[in-house]
């Protein structure tokens, strides 16, 4: 994430506040979500970001050694017999709808308490995630919680295919680079490297 020399200089001061933004791509549209807030937020880009306090984010982490965590975003809520269910709303679009999908994840930056109603600034994106899973818990007749598993951004970033550069991989990374056009392909040769 990089942020604007404007708002890193304004982020010592004492009244600054911010928001978490999160972006869900679904093959239904795209699912706008600020967390941790009531009510909604209209950035500059005129996106609607809907909030709740009963929606968290668990921790992201960086990827390392070819790992991509998952971290999870809830909702719970309590069910209104009088309202269409969320759950089985959701449960009716399926895992389709967004397994393998997009989720960015957004930071805005307020520098005054009316930013929140004219904001001056843009979301800074801070990351991208592939969406996996959707689980669902019904809690006694009142408690819904639905939780959306997210994969890290860049899994095994960095790590050739098959555990070992072939190549056509490295052409890939180096245009043109035939470093790796004599490497063998196994180790069971009948005919000897150099003619012993």
Known sequence: MTIPAEI???LADEAVGRLILFDIDSTEGHV????????YFDDTNGVRWLGSKMMQMGD??????????AFEVQLSYAYD??????????????LSAID?????????????HEEFFAPIYQPIRV???????LSYALEGPQTRRIT???????PLRGRPRSGRYTDADQRRRED????????????????????I
């Open 8 to 10: 890193a200089a304004q």
């Open 32 to 39: 706008y979500l600020q967390l941790g807030e009531d009510g």
């Open 60 to 69: 992201v982490e960086s990827p390392r050694n070819g790992e991509a965590p």
């Open 81 to 94: 017999p009088d309202v269409t269910d969320l759950v089985s709303a959701v449960r009716s679009y399926g």
């Open 100 to 112: 393998g999908r997009k989720a960015v994840l957004y930071f805005q930056y307020l520098a005054k």
């Open 127 to 133: 990351a991208s995630f592939t969406m996996r899973k």
């Open 148 to 154: 959306l598993t997210c994969e890290g951004s860049n």
């Open 176 to 195: 043109g680079d035939p470093s790796c056009e004599f490497i063998p392909t196994n180790g069971w040769d009948e005919q000897s490297l150099f003619g």
